[in-house]
């Protein structure tokens, strides 16, 4: 918001002049969105000033275009801590995020008395715009979340009772708090991932280690099952034995009898293994 003498400043102290159920009460205004440890500063400075009202999003400052975890993270952590020392909090937010924000906070918060949340409707030239302007509160979509739809008139919207003037702003007074505090976000970390545990087969089949293969090699993610490595060969490596695991052990056995030099069961099968032959 383009305010004289609010640029760049967080904090600003005055009597709350807009008609919300927190009219008049000494308010601090924060604008910016502030990270978790800047909850300490705004409690001590509403303490300081004795303001028993917070108004967040000051200057049209909130904003939830970018939104992420953390940013819903930050806001209800700090919400949830004013109320809970008994300020009154409210946030100033656009209409057309009210659905971001409803699913921010927690029901505790919206149930909260002593929490105002302040759709802000920006309606450029209202007065000049029709006689018959209406604002209508409608729903996301036909009788799906409200009892019905509410329209109020161009005059009822600007009931002299309602009215702020702009003037009327001019008694808040800027704190010059060192610029320490700088709004910023934070990258949120990735999930973890839950690895779902898939059970071996004693004796695997060439579709049972298919089904395997797909279930580590999922080509939603972008990956290549058949991809062969481009990397160069490294000759000191050691070379791969092969591995006939997949033989039963009557198939072992009948290795066994005909001479086999070799493990029939392979370098990598279990050493507990035991081959079983009639007599």
Same mark, same amino acid.
């Given at each position: ?43 001590? #400075? ?44 409210? #946030? ?39 006689? *018959? #302007? ?11 979340? *409200? ?73 939603? #993610? ?58």
């Amino acid at each position: 918001m383009n305010r004289d003498g609010h640029q760049q400043k967080s904090f600003f102290i005055g009597p709350e002049v807009e008609h919300t159920p927190a009219f008049s009460k000494k308010t601090l205004f924060v604008a910016g969105i502030h990270p978790e440890e800047d909850a300490d500063t705004i409690e001590r #400075l509403a303490r300081e000033h004795k303001t028993p009202h917070i108004f967040l999003g000051a200057n049209h400052s909130f904003d939830a275009t970018h939104y992420t975890e953390y940013f819903a993270k930050t806001w209800e952590d700090l919400v949830t801590r004013l109320l809970d020392r008994g300020f009154w909090v409210t #946030l100033d937010y656009p209409a057309h995020q009210h659905e971001t924000v409803l699913k921010m906070f927690s029901p505790g918060i919206w149930q909260s008395r002593q929490f105002v949340p302040l759709l802000s409707v920006r309606i450029p030239k209202i007065q000049t715009s029709s006689p *018959n #302007l209406t604002v209508k509160i409608d729903d996301i979509d036909f009788n799906a979340t *409200n009892p019905g739809v509410w329209c109020m008139h161009f005059h009822e919207v600007t009931d002299s009772n309602r009215f702020t003037d702009w003037q009327d702003y001019g008694t808040d007074m800027v704190l010059d708090v060192p610029e320490n505090i700088v709004p910023e976000y934070k990258v949120v970390k990735e999930p973890t991932r839950v690895v779902t545990h898939i059970e071996v087969p004693v004796e695997p089949t060439e579709e049972n280690l298919r089904v395997i293969e797909s279930a580590f090699n999922d080509t939603s #993610l972008g990956l290549d099952p058949d991809g062969k490595s481009r990397l160069k060969e490294d000759p000191d490596a050691p070379q791969e034995t092969t591995n006939n695991y997949n033989r039963s052990p009557a198939e072992a056995a009948e290795a066994y009898a005909s001479g086999a030099k070799e493990d029939p069961l392979g370098k990598t099968a279990p050493k507990k293994t035991t081959v079983k032959t009639k007599k």
